[in-house]
């Protein structure tokens, strides 16, 4: 598998699900004859794609049922921020932001938070809770990001 370093900022879809994944301790990524990224976290298998059972799917940056309950437990806020398109249209996006609620590998201050920006609440939430566990830069599999 290769893998591509990438910008926790920038993660989405697939991607940003499977980095949400590792920082809450996944292993044995493998990807099998249907097409589909597996991994197993917490004993249990998990699928990178819709249409699977409630138990298999894994979307956190798209589903409240996965997402909310990581941002409650990490404690991420939210602030609005508007930005201006080239058409000149206004677009909204969020900032989720945290403070480090375990310690981890890359823990230099208790003072240090972090955040991330997205076009809704559960991406920007799972972008700063990446970069929280993992750091600014993250290697994902190059075929996540086609």
Not at 19 to 27: C, L, N, P
Not at 31 to 42: H, K, M, S
Not at 66 to 72: E, M, V
Request: glycine share 8%.
């Amino acid at each position: 598998m290769n893998c591509i370093e990438v910008n926790a900022c920038d993660l989405t879809g697939r991607a940003l699900d499977l980095a949400v994944a590792m920082s809450e301790g996944a292993t044995n990524l493998r990807f099998d004859t249907v097409a589909c990224w597996w991994f197993t976290l917490n004993g249990v298998d998990r699928v990178l794609s819709s249409g699977w059972s409630a138990a298999q799917n894994y979307c956190p940056s798209t589903d409240w049922n996965y997402g909310g309950p990581l941002i409650g437990r990490e404690l991420i806020s939210f602030s609005e921020v508007c930005s201006r398109e080239k058409d000149g249209r206004n677009v909204t996006s969020w900032l989720a932001t945290c403070r480090p609620v375990h310690q981890f590998q890359n823990y230099t201050s208790r003072n240090s938070v972090f955040s991330g920006e997205g076009p809704t609440h559960l991406i920007a939430a799972m972008r700063c809770y990446v970069a929280s566990k993992l750091g600014a830069r993250v290697s994902i599999p190059k075929e996540l990001l086609q």
